[in-house]
């Protein structure tokens, strides 16, 4: 039984993370200032004996006693991290140092949750871990994009300079239940659209693509990686590789919901990338996974999902 702490909870990610820990017999805590996570996500885990729900934002310190960290703690979708870009910097870079140093204290080990945008509009497809990224530190999206690429700088140097055990993810597009209908992802945004026989928006000329995994593989890719070898670190590209446009997926969930909506096409945001594809190679070597649900059988997930919280 080991004692878990998870940033960000009560988050989309967070959640399930919480859920798959608890069935796995240990003690969560779960950790959440309730920006974007909710209280419901994890309702049926309060009270439960090994389930602990602390409101704490990770801007500020944050001490306990712990084998292990899930620092999943940040907006990031770009509704929201955008909202205050100013604090998601700082819960990106302040909170990650924070969480370094109780991880430090603990000598504990820390999953850090970076992401597939630290490689900005990339220039090589699909993404390596090696790849630099092109990324613009002023626009409107560096506020995240940065903010996780220091956080990985963070990481890197207390594991070289305090011997800190770090290991560093990168997730690409993941879609699931506990997605807020709001929160400006692709998928929640065109299946609602969808459900509701609206206007499916597409942002762009709809060429541009993704590559989506469902949350039950990112789940066990994060505790696999948590589980690697002291010395390795990452990062390590979690996603699935199978890559569709965004009108392809727009059609797909047209399909599925056997909507009436239409698709309309609006301007694309500034610094959104064309293309989003990991290579999953260094992830099947070292923690040997792969994605295994497929795109269509996610999306009946979700579309259910998503019925059930309209309905309400």
Not at 77 to 83: A, D, E, F, N, T
Not at 113 to 122: I, L, M, N, R
Not at 152 to 162: N, P, S
Not at 222 to 249: K, Q, Y
């Amino acid at each position: 039984m080991k004692r878990i702490l998870v940033t960000g909870g009560a988050g989309f990610i967070g959640s399930h993370l919480c859920t798959r820990l608890i069935e796995e017999g240990n003690i969560v805590i779960c950790l959440d200032n309730f920006f974007t996570g909710s209280k419901e996500n994890i309702s049926y885990l309060i009270g439960h004996p090994r389930f602990e729900l602390i409101e704490h934002d990770i801007i500020n310190p944050f001490w306990t006693d712990v084998d292990e960290i899930y620092n999943l703690a940040c907006p990031a979708s770009p509704i929201h991290y955008q909202h205050d870009a100013i604090k998601t910097a700082k819960t990106a870079v302040f909170g990650t140092f924070n969480m370094l140093g109780l991880a430090k204290r603990n000598k504990a080990k820390i999953l850090q949750a970076s992401t597939s945008e630290v490689y900005g509009d990339p220039l090589s497809h699909p993404q390596r871990e090696g790849d630099w990224g092109n990324v613009n530190p002023i626009g409107y999206r560096s506020c995240y994009d940065e903010g996780k690429r220091c956080a990985e700088t963070l990481c890197m140097d207390y594991y070289r300079q305090h011997g800190v055990l770090v290991k560093i993810i990168r997730i690409f597009n993941t879609y699931g239940p506990n997605m807020l209908t709001d929160d400006g992802r692709v998928i929640s945004n065109f299946v609602v659209q969808a459900l509701l026989d609206k206007d499916i928006t597409i942002y762009g000329d709809g060429k541009q693509t993704r590559s989506f995994q469902y949350i039950d593989d990112l789940v066990e890719g994060m505790i696999r990686m948590m589980a690697t070898e002291d010395h390795f670190t990452g990062p390590v590209n979690i996603g699935n590789p199978c890559e569709f446009s965004i009108f392809e997926l727009a059609q797909k969930i047209l399909e599925l919901t056997c909507s009436h909506s239409n698709i309309i096409f609006e301007p694309l945001p500034h610094d959104a990338p064309r293309q989003r594809r990991p290579d999953i190679t260094l992830a099947k070597e070292k923690l040997d996974w792969e994605p295994h649900i497929h795109l269509e059988e996610g999306l009946m997930k979700v579309i259910d999902y998503f019925k059930s919280v309209l309905a309400k």
